[in-house]
């Protein structure tokens, strides 16, 4: 056990089963639930889920998300999760929590199939909105771009402008997906979301198909799109990458 016992105040096995129950509600609630929400979906009286879900947090079993209105699972729990897989999905869980250990950013893994994006695995101390824009306005984000980049005839035909930053200009963003295929870090600045920008780098197979993507996505003026050693830690961990998971992650 991490860290020293927690006195769990009362019939010890009845605390356990509570603190099961408000993590079994947060997985069902998803990022954001708020506590009140929590503690009435799992039969828990406030008072109490308010106490066990700060010893949760403490424990790293939950998270409170960034603006503290809600909680989401945390890094432990994710861990608990993992073990149970097969032995590709925890060497990518483990290469993920290595990384993220490093950056003060969401890491984000994400998975190409049929030209359509899926999330792999979500940062679980950041909280991700307009996540149904990000996978399928493909022009305007990071890892959007990075998929375009490696289709042989990307159709992203109308470009539809999400922001007032959004690339719609069919020239100019041929000219960033030409800059990716020579190895250049996929951009995106608060043409999602104003305010947030990101880098995504390929993740390959072994036939060096694209199968996937890497990304850091933080806030606007704290991550910098132009950092080299980002986008160089990116690509590092890009290439540990066991990318079978990807193509059988639901």
Known sequence: MVGGPRDLGGHEPRAVQRALALLES???????????????????????????????VADGYLVRIADLSGFALGRRTRELAGAAGEPTAVDNVAILEEL????????????????KIRLVDRDPDH??????TLVSVLHASAIGKVLLA???EPAVLPLRKVTAYTIIDADRLELELSRIRRGEPAREVDEIRVGRSAVAVPIHDAQHSVVGALAAIGPTGRLSTEDTELSGLLREYADK??????????
């Open 26 to 56: 947060v997985a069902r609630l998803g990022s954001g639930a708020r506590a009140k929400d929590i503690a009435a979906l799992a039969e828990i009286p406030p008072a109490t889920a308010y106490r066990l879900l700060n010893i949760l």
């Open 100 to 115: 993220r250990e490093q950056l003060r950013y969401g890491i984000y893994l994400v998975s190409y199939t049929d030209g």
């Open 127 to 132: 909280e991700l909105s307009g996540e149904r």
């Open 150 to 152: 490696s289709l042989a």
């Open 241 to 250: 990458m066991v990318s079978p998971e990807l193509s059988r992650a639901s």
